[in-house]
């Protein structure tokens, strides 16, 4: 059988869609080879969110057009994900080394694509259409890879976490956004279909399962999403109702106004009830769908982990209404506030946009204040990239990329600052990870996650593997925290 071998470019949703990828190839009987030096399909799970991540990934094939072909030109050469979908056929035309051309709602048919191409049945392949209920057919793990079986049948488990997709698309259409566009409408899967994927990785030996989703606060809330279990899709529910699973849908509501749980609380207070699983995360939400409900669940739900991605894009008002975000800086840290009143220990981590088209100094300066007064742990800065078909990229006073190049310097160097203050601080603490392997820099060493999502680097062994572990902080890095589980766990 062929071996195949993906390269993702991009967020962890992408990750997720490469793994669901592979899982159904190796279903299929291919193997995974370690390079795409050595194998017959080499896929590129794409990423358009700036134009560098599209050039990275033009520039990889290009690369491996010219090399790997060259000595075997029966190779199979594809695209998939959010660049394949937003360019589809063009690609072909750019590169006609490339065979086939798969888009975010088209994974579930590598398989048969491949097939198709490898067996001489089809030369080139493009699919980038839409596909109803495509949402559900992530759903294939990878835990064992394709390592062997133990003499009794059963393998040993290998991934402490794992990702669920629980929801794809996004229709907030931030002006400065291409994903509206690479990834279709908010399309939600059941509860039942979700719980039972993570009740079936966590009898697997799964301990902490993030949920993921382009815009996860938004989980259900489209009129034309069904919440019943996977298999009896496509009925229609209104604004407010009864679910065929008994579930109340809330009242579409602004910022914080829920009146009723969200269906994505629910759908968290669902995966909570799942025996032996320990931590829940997700990611990513929106500020405005952080709603009390949601801070409530915080307090109520222990396995939810004390840790929060919250994107800002930016410290000014004026520049939020501009990249039509839905909140103000004053609303951010009121939330940011009740975040913390409900979990003061929460790990909160941000994105952030610099130079957006008519960004002042004063602008930028208010998003390096907000910095400041959040005091982040962590931040992703992005230059702005101006992106085809948004709002965005034809708005007027575009900054010049030496000014978005040194805005991006000045604030990385604000980020760098605080969080080398919130890691040094936790230098003597006791704190709980996760244990979760070896460690990628030095596999000798493992790593762990706290419930704060800082990852800790430590002497240990395979047996710490899927441990809940206490250990005592003894260093902080570069966001990286250095520990000792010796002096608690003796
Ligand atoms: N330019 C720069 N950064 C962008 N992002 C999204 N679109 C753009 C763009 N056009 C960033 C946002 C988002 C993160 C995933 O990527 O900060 O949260």
Redesign the pocket.
Known sequence: MPSVFIKTYG?QMNERDSEAVAAQLVAKGYTLAPSEAVADVVLLNTCS??DFAERKAIGKMQNIAADVRKNRPNVVLGFMGCMAQSRGQELIDKLPDVDLVLGTQKFHHAADYLDEILSGHRDKIVDVAAEPGSEATIREHLLYGNVARNGDGHRPPLQVTAYVSIMQGCNQRCT???VPDTRGEERSRGIADIVSECRQLVSQGVKEITLLGQIVTSYGKRGNVSLAPRGTSGERVGARGILENGLLTPALSSFGEEREKTPFVQLLEAVHEIEGLERIRFTSPHPKGYGDDLIEAYAQLPKLVESAHL?V?SGSDRVLKLMHRGYTRERFLGLIKKLRRARPDIGITT???VGFPSETEDDFEQTLSLAHEVEFDNA?L??????RD?PAAGMPDQVPLKIREQRNHRLLETINEIGKRKYDAFVGRRTQILVEGPSRKNPARMTGRTRCNKIVVFDGSARHRGQLLDVKITRAGSFTLYGDPAIVNL
Do not use: E, G, H
């Not at 992005?382 to 992106?387: A, I, L, Q, V």
């Open positions: 967020c969110v700036r400065f956004c291409i994107p894009q994105d952030i946009i992703y992005f230059k702005y990239s101006p992106r948004t």
